[in-house]
């Protein structure tokens, strides 16, 4: 079973807009979720992580995600695209044997 | 600056050409991992090492070895590469793993491009 879903493969938004991705995960306690951006050539850089203090996690650039225990989903979200957003997204969850987990990601694409 | 380094960036090979990938980390981090990333799988953990010497399989490591004989590095090494495995590999490091901190962020070096024909 997988333990990260990245529900969109794909999304497209026009600049300006606001941008919303999103993943469920499967766990029976209380995970850490992160989210990793890979730009273009690019190795993968953090956005953010929940780290159980809070369930709104603001991250670099603009983006915040939502942990919601009840949906088993973690959402990024960010109000307005800009064009360097551009990018494939991957969620991941800490399993219990210390692994990390992806989701199979999801590339954004910002038009003008 | 900190960072993970991977060599060479992008290699072409033949099939059953040995070949190693190098990754090294200057932030002195206990956990190194790499990682095979194929459109529409994600990552795909390979092997992973909690310290110097202690290695483990991950979820695919069926055609690769590692060593972990200094802290810093951890070499990805094909015996005898095959086409599935032509791929992007990553190399990540991260202070300690996931089972002792659980959120430890990894990071990643620039990624391999391997092709094997």
């Known amino acids: 079973a997988q333990s990260v879903t990245q529900l969109d493969s794909h999304v497209s938004v026009s600049e300006g807009t606001p941008v919303l991705l999103r993943c469920n995960y499967s766990s029976s306690y209380s995970p850490s979720l992160f989210w990793y951006v890979q730009h273009p050539n690019k190795g993968l850089q953090l956005l953010l992580k929940?780290?159980?203090?809070?369930?709104l996690v603001k991250g670099i650039n603009g983006f915040e995600a939502e942990f919601k225990k009840s949906e088993t989903s973690f959402h990024l979200t960010k109000p307005s695209a800009h064009m360097s957003d551009a990018a494939e997204y991957f969620c991941?969850?800490?399993?219990?044997?210390?692994?990390?987990?992806f989701g199979a990601g999801t590339q954004v694409v910002v038009t003008p | 600056e900190a960072q993970v380094t991977q060599n060479p960036r992008y290699l072409i090979t033949v099939t059953g050409k040995k070949l190693t990938v190098t990754c090294s980390q200057n932030?002195?981090?206990?956990?190194m991992s790499w990682y095979r990333q194929d459109p529409g799988l994600g990552l795909r953990q390979i092997y992973y090492s909690m310290n110097v010497e202690v290695t483990d399989k991950g979820d695919v490591p069926e055609g690769y070895k590692v060593s972990r004989k200094e802290k810093r590095n951890f070499p990805l090494i094909l015996e005898s590469p095959s086409p599935n495995q032509t791929s992007l590999y990553f190399c990540a490091s991260s202070p300690t793993s996931l089972a002792v901190r659980p959120y430890n962020e990894q990071f990643f070096g620039p990624g391999t491009r391997l092709t094997v024909l």
């Open positions: 932030m002195n981090h206990e956990y």
């Open positions: 929940y780290t159980s203090a809070a369930t």
């Open positions: 991941a969850r800490g399993d219990s044997w210390g692994k990390l987990q």
